[in-house]
């Protein structure tokens, strides 16, 4: 367990980006040094992973999740680690949970995913941002641009995944992103701040 290690997770359109970013911001003003990432990273890997998810490329499942996995020993030791190295709190939007729930929903063996990504770091603190399944789908609807994950029927296969998660592993925060923006990051904040309460 890294203790300057924060993982944002969530559905797609759930509002993980933007409480990620905004949980990062607010450690800036405050004077903590931080670093915002988030996966696919920006390496070689990632990079590949995006095409693959704007359509440009295809990949079958297993192969897709074990590049996730591969990204993600990329973005440990030449992101994540030099960072916290440096006495950084390091605040991913995404990291092993998307590759559990994404695979499984693809028909991949859980357990099988779960080994892969078991000598990764393991963050202090996990965020899941779950508001309700219909908010996600009104949001994806406003999006211009889709990745191949963005369909319904699959959506609600990850909604349910990240909730069978969170009930599975009681070291997640759940925290429902509906309501306003800025209120939502506020009781993230203090969530983080004071986990026990």
């Not at 695979?103 to 202090?124: C, H, S, V, Y």
């Amino acid at each position: 367990m890294t203790d300057r290690f924060i993982v944002f997770e969530g559905p797609d359109g759930a509002g993980t980006t933007f409480q990620a970013k905004a949980f990062a911001e607010r450690l800036e003003r405050e004077g903590t040094p931080v670093l915002l990432t988030a996966e696919p990273s920006q390496g070689p890997i990632g990079l590949w992973i995006r095409r693959i998810l704007n359509g440009e490329e295809k990949l079958p499942p297993s192969a897709l999740q074990l590049l996730f996995c591969a990204d993600r020993a990329w973005h440990v030791e030449n992101v994540i680690q030099p960072a916290l190295q440096e006495g950084k709190t390091v605040v991913s939007d995404r990291y092993a949970p998307s590759t559990l729930i994404y695979g499984e929903a693809l028909g991949m063996d859980f357990a099988w995913l779960a080994g892969i990504n078991r000598f990764f770091p393991k963050p202090a603190v996990t965020v899941f941002t779950l508001p309700p399944f219909e908010v996600c789908q009104e949001r994806l609807a406003r999006r211009n641009d889709h990745d191949l994950f963005e369909k319904s029927e699959f959506q609600k296969k990850i909604y349910d995944g990240y909730l069978s998660y969170a009930a599975a592993d009681k070291s997640v925060h759940c925290v429902d992103t509906s309501g306003a923006k800025e209120e939502v990051a506020e009781t993230i904040f203090q969530l983080i701040q004071h986990p026990s309460l």
